[in-house]
């Protein structure tokens, strides 16, 4: 089962957290805290899995974003993962048009609404990028307000 | 940067100015105390806000929660708003009704009381047949559902779920909140009762739903296969219509390969359930090697990063299912060929999986001889810059240690120890002790591995590694002489023994040291003096256990009653509570007015029944909690399963640890020894050292 998704950038800023379990404030700044500096501190020939109090975390750097996901328990393979981590990207890039860390921070909620759609209580549902978009541009509102007609147009 | 940004988000007049104007305040902020003051300020002005509800429109009200999340996002404690927000979920407009959703389910937590107050506005979204509400409310069950959210709405997501009408991502979802509540609470779904129409779901075409489905199928399965028994034959049809007859819409394909996500869930269903049988189930079995062959032919090592771990994820996955099944197909001399290949590869990941599948390859009986001719490559990757590659080398030495090669096995960890990393040092050892003890031929042997744990290692040797030694050792009359004098020389020759090497000695030599007193060099005079020696450095509990032997020393030594009485005045007024009883009880126990009680107290322990090793119940905890559930269980399965060759289980650790402060004259509660014994049979046991007065 996923427990978080975490995208959090190289100074150790988070820029999106998602938890499944939500823990008290402090337990997920000391999570999120300890678990960037584990991905700092490996290398690029090195494995992207490694094993974090019970969870195993699988991660994946895009410029100067860590994409992190701890998943608990044995039953996810891990290579699924990591590209689920990548398929996540491209949605993002999709919707945002080459998207940046910058295009996250200043619209978390849309960027909230995308893993929503792709995850669901812990567990994979949804991997291709034009139909979580889709989905959103159904919402009649958010079609005017929030999206630029092209987008929603342009599956 | 920053107008470039706001404009994008801008994209119509309506996107909220507010907070990206608070967004860009915070990024300006020089130092924490300037954020500080700029997110006080918000809140303050948001508090006020809120104080007037009335006032405050739709628009506003989403504006500001937004705000509230993002400074929760970024760690700040949020005590206020949960009210607004509650509120913004019964709204009739999707956007303001989804920032209301989204804010509880980030700021609330499970069992929270103000959830009680979203219950009904769920049951409203979740009936209402509005598509796009649907799915928020089953969003947020899904991420703060509980017991309480189960009993009311689960009937409710169930009828979405198997309705016909259903749209296909509407449905998705409901799958996987079923699966949700069914974990929250049992009662609330019957797995019987849905299982056959939801496998009839099945026949869908969109992958998207299959995969909600089977992984929603997955869940249930993991609690109980009941009711799902046709499970398999459907995960084997559905693969073969993907894999084999390519039906599926290209709208599944992630660079080239149909939905590898379903592919993998299908495949690892197929595990839950027994291995196919041959007899019985032929097509089945043709079928499901039909799919796997086609995944394993069909697999290489392309250029592109995403689809090379895309189909290699797949293949890990029918790996996996060729192992489950063991001699149902026949293709595991072509899996144990390819994980041969795999962990010699330069790419890291793959290297990992290549080991941790290999591990569980290990489990077969076929395939050790095979898994076996790869071994120097596994040594070698104990010593692999990359952690993480490090304990899956670890686990698959361990895993594939047999008779044959465990002593090669045994002496290339010890070596490994001296220079492993910390994190790794306390798994290392407790694996090294079981090996040891499980494939020793010789317990000379075993004794003299476990000496060189504590001497490399010995603040990470646990407890329990030394009272298994202790109980082997007062098993085996033939070891005890050979233990004591290995363990006695380990003593005098370290400078600064470990505190375990201290309370190793002091045990063993109380117990058996006359076995050893003729020996040069080992005279009753020269062990008392080597103790006595440590005794002031040592630990509290060693210091303990010290004076237990000593008396017992002194019990079998008249010689050395004077120095023992000694000893034990200096120490009857210590600070620590322990060792002041002892050293008390002690005393008046030698006093001479209760030469009987002495005697009886004082004799030779008797051997240990059988139970459980509390070593090997050691590795299962410490394991689950460094890697999760699943992994622990498996190698100490196998352990569990492998004959132990003759060898007698031992008792537990709880035993022996009382069985070392048992000499002190306290009442032996029937709780010595875990109640198996009691003290008058002790007599039996071991009378040999009153005898040997």
Redesign the interface.
């Given at each position: 089962m996923i427990r978080f998704v975490l995208m959090v950038n190289k100074q150790g800023q988070?820029r999106?957290?998602q938890y499944?379990?939500?823990h008290?404030?402090e337990e997920?700044?000391a999570l999120e805290s300890e678990v960037i500096r584990k991905c700092l501190s490996?290398?690029e020939?090195?494995?992207?899995?490694?094993?974090f109090r019970?969870?195993?975390v699988v991660y994946r750097r895009y410029a100067s974003l860590f994409f992190i996901v701890g998943v608990?328990?044995?039953?996810e393979?891990?290579?699924?993962i990591?590209?689920?981590i990548?398929?996540l990207v491209e949605t993002l890039d999709r919707y945002?048009e080459n998207v940046c860390e910058?295009?996250i921070?200043?619209?978390?909620?849309k960027a909230?609404?995308v893993v929503?759609e792709m995850l669901?209580?812990g567990?994979?549902?949804?991997?291709?990028g034009?139909?979580a978009k889709r989905?959103h541009a159904?919402?009649?509102?958010?079609r005017?307000?929030?999206?630029?007609a092209h987008l929603s147009n342009a599956h | 940067?920053g107008r470039?940004?706001?404009g994008?988000?801008g994209?119509?007049t309506?996107?909220m100015r507010g907070l990206?104007v608070f967004?860009s305040d915070i990024?300006n902020c020089q130092s924490k105390e300037q954020e500080q003051k700029r997110i006080d300020k918000e809140m303050a002005n948001i508090r006020q806000k809120f104080s007037k509800p009335g006032d405050l429109n739709g628009y506003q009200r989403k504006k500001y929660v937004?705000k509230i999340?993002?400074m929760?996002?970024?760690?700040?404690?949020i005590d206020f708003g949960h009210m607004e927000s509650v509120g913004l979920i019964s709204s009739p407009?999707?956007?303001e009704k989804?920032?209301g959703y989204?804010a509880c389910s980030?700021l609330?937590?499970?069992g929270d009381e103000l959830l009680r107050l979203i219950i009904n506005s769920i049951k409203n979204d979740l009936t209402s047949q509005v598509?796009?509400f649907m799915?928020l409310a089953?969003?947020s069950i899904?991420?703060?559902g509980g017991k309480e959210f189960a009993e009311t709405l689960a009937s409710d997501v169930q009828k979405i779920l198997l309705d016909k009408m259903t749209k296909v991502?509407v449905r998705?979802?409901a799958a996987?909140?079923l699966?949700?509540l069914y974990r929250k609470n049992q009662e609330s779904v019957n797995p019987l009762e849905i299982a056959d129409r939801t496998l009839a779901l099945l026949d869908e075409s969109n992958l998207?739903v299959l995969?909600?489905i089977i992984?929603m199928v997955?869940?249930f399965v993991?609690f109980s296969p009941e009711g799902w028994e046709r499970a398999p034959q459907r995960a084997i049809m559905l693969l073969t219509r993907i894999v084999i007859n390519k039906e599926y819409s290209n709208?599944?394909l992630?660079y080239g390969i149909p939905?590898?996500?379903l592919q993998?869930r299908l495949l690892?269903l197929i595990t839950f359930f027994p291995p196919l049988d041959p007899t019985h189930e032929r097509v089945l079995i043709d079928r499901l090697v039909t799919v796997l062959e086609r995944i394993i032919k069909g697999t290489d090592v392309t250029k592109n990063v995403?689809k090379n771990?895309?189909t290699?994820?797949v293949l890990?996955?029918a790996i996996n299912v060729v192992i489950h099944q063991g001699r149902a197909t026949d293709l595991l001399p072509q899996v144990v060929t390819l994980l041969g290949r795999f962990i010699s590869i330069r790419e890291?990941?793959i290297?990992?999986?290549g080991l941790e599948t290999m591990a569980k390859l290990s489990q077969h009986p076929d395939c050790a001889d095979d898994i076996k001719k790869h071994q120097s490559t596994i040594l070698f990757s104990l010593k692999d810059?990359?952690?993480?590659?490090r304990?899956r080398a670890l686990d698959l030495v361990y895993s594939m240690c047999d008779d044959t090669n465990c002593r090669p096995t045994i002496s290339e960890l010890l070596s490994y120890l001296a220079n492993a990393d910390y994190n790794l040092r306390e798994e290392l050892v407790l694996k090294i002790a079981i090996l040891a003890e499980r494939f020793a031929d010789d317990y000379a042997w075993y004794v003299d591995v476990v000496l060189q744990l504590i001497k490399t290692a010995g603040e990470q040797v646990s407890e329990e590694i030394w009272y298994r030694v202790v109980q082997i050792i007062t098993n085996e009359e033939a070891l005890q002489k050979y233990a004591t004098q290995t363990v006695f020389r380990a003593l005098l020759e370290e400078p600064q023994p470990a505190d375990k090497l201290v309370r190793i000695c002091a045990y063993v030599l109380g117990e058996f040291g006359h076995l050893v007193a003729d020996e040069r060099g080992m005279s009753s005079r020269e062990q008392f003096g080597a103790l006595l020696d440590h005794y002031a450095g040592s630990d509290l509990q060693t210091r303990a256990l010290l004076l237990s032997t000593f008396v017992k020393l002194a019990h079998v030594y008249p010689e050395l009653e004077g120095d023992v009485a000694r000893t034990l005045r200096a120490s009857l007024s210590a600070l620590d509570q322990e060792v002041q009883q002892r050293a008390i009880e002690y005393s008046v126990l030698s006093s001479g007015r209760f030469a009987e009680l002495k005697a009886a107290v004082l004799e030779m322990m008797p051997a240990f029944p059988e139970r459980e090793s509390a070593v090997l119940k050691r590795i299962k905890v410490r394991v689950a909690?460094?890697?999760?559930?699943?992994?622990g269980d498996v190698v100490a399965e196998r352990l569990a399963r492998q004959p132990s060759g003759g060898q007698r289980e031992r008792a537990n650790s709880g035993a022996a640890e009382r069985a070392s402060g048992a000499t002190s004259g306290r009442a032996a509660s029937g709780d010595l020894l875990g109640g198996d014994l009691d003290v008058g049979g002790g007599g039996g046991g071991g009378g040999g050292g009153v005898d040997a007065m």
């Open positions: 988070t999106l957290a499944v379990n939500m008290n404030i997920r700044c490996r290398t020939t090195q494995c992207s899995f490694y094993e019970g969870y195993k608990e328990g044995d039953d393979n891990e290579l699924a990591l590209e689920f990548h398929a945002f910058l295009d921070m200043f619209n978390l909620e909230h609404f929503d669901m209580n567990c994979i549902i949804e991997v291709r034009t139909n989905t159904r919402a009649p509102e958010r005017s307000a929030c999206m630029p | 940067r470039r940004a706001s994008r988000a994209g119509g309506m996107a990206v967004i990024r937004w999340l993002y929760f996002m970024l760690g700040y404690e407009k999707y956007s989804m920032v989204m980030l609330l937590r499970e598509d796009n799915c089953m969003g899904c991420t703060v991502f998705k979802k996987l909140t699966l949700r998207g995969t909600a992984s997955l869940g993991t709208d599944y992630y939905s590898p996500w993998i690892r995403n771990n895309a290699h994820g890990f996955e890291a990941n290297r990992y999986l810059a990359d952690v993480s590659i304990r909690d460094e890697t999760g559930q699943g992994r």
